[in-house]
């Protein structure tokens, strides 16, 4: 998926919900159908979350790719300083339509498309550069695709697996059904202590859940197998400065890390490759 891509992803997030929520109020109110108001927004999360997967699982074409680029990224949570890697193969392909896809994701010669494929620590590790590999992406948007043995429950489990993503889910959803329950208006006094008792649950479960993501931070793991190779440096860069920040005299990014550090770029071959 491209920048123009994801910023279209966004748009609709952003901008679709609270549309949908004043359309189907103004509609609830015509026809007379009060939850009306709340199924709209509800359809475009719906779409948000799953447009992509299902459209893939529907009208998705099946490719080949070359991977041109291994990348792995340690993603680290700033409030409990634990982290979590990612795998992900850049791919160059040229599907027939290439006018198309997102134009940030066209390579210079402009018959290709340059993809960047999310998969799992085994596949990353088995694949090199240069392999060729399975996908499917959409014939009318072909920056949009995935490896064609990835599904999007794939992706759940890999977030599940992060404690803070888990944490995190389970307050919005604790948080949802607390809404939902003060909703609802119960006659009798016995369903009435029965919500009352369901709102208070939710909320303890909100506060709890939220508290453990923020003070239980995860360790890193080990590594399973300790191994030695010996590397080349590169190159070594100093990074003192943050990167969405902008500076309107130089262009740049500005703002100054209270703490630099130092990125070393190595080269080796470790024995299994070998």
């Known amino acids: 998926m491209g920048l123009v891509d994801s910023f279209l992803l966004l748009g609709v997030f952003f901008l ?62 700033g409030y409990t300083g634990s982290s979590f890697n990612t795998y992900n193969l850049v791919l160059h392909f040229s599907p027939p339509g290439v006018s198309l896809a997102d134009a940030t994701t066209r390579i210079t010669s402009g018959d290709s498309l340059r993809l960047s494929a999310r998969t799992t620590r ?14 499917v992406y959409l014939p009318f948007r072909p920056s949009i695709g995935k490896l064609a043995d990835r599904s999007f429950l794939d992706l759940l489990r890999e977030a599940m697996a992060v404690t803070e993503i888990a944490l995190g889910l389970l307050v919005v959803l604790a948080m949802a059904a607390t809404i939902a329950l003060s909703r609802l208006t119960p006659v009798r006094p016995a369903l009435r202590r029965t919500r009352a008792v369901a709102i208070a649950a939710c909320a303890v479960i909100a506060f709890g859940a939220g508290w453990l993501s923020y003070q239980n931070p995860r360790p ?49 071959t470790p024995p299994t490759i070998g």
């Open 16 to 77: 679709g919900l609270p549309v949908a929520a004043v359309v189907g109020t103004l509609l609830g109110r015509l026809l007379h159908v009060p939850r009306l108001g709340g199924c709209l927004p509800g359809l475009v999360l719906l779409t948000v979350l799953f447009g992509v997967p299902l459209s893939l699982r529907v009208a998705g074409m099946h490719g080949t790719a070359r991977v041109a680029e291994r990348r792995e990224s340690v993603r680290v949570l």
């Open 122 to 135: 085994d596949v990353f590790d088995r694949t090199k550069v240069g392999d060729v590999v399975d996908i």
């Open 220 to 268: 890193v793991p080990e590594s399973a197998v300790d191994t030695s190779a010996v590397a080349r440096i590169v190159g070594v860069q100093r990074i003192d400065r943050t990167l969405f920040s902008f500076d309107n005299s130089t262009g740049r990014s500005s703002d100054k890390l209270v703490q630099p550090f130092d990125v070393v770029e190595v080269e080796f």
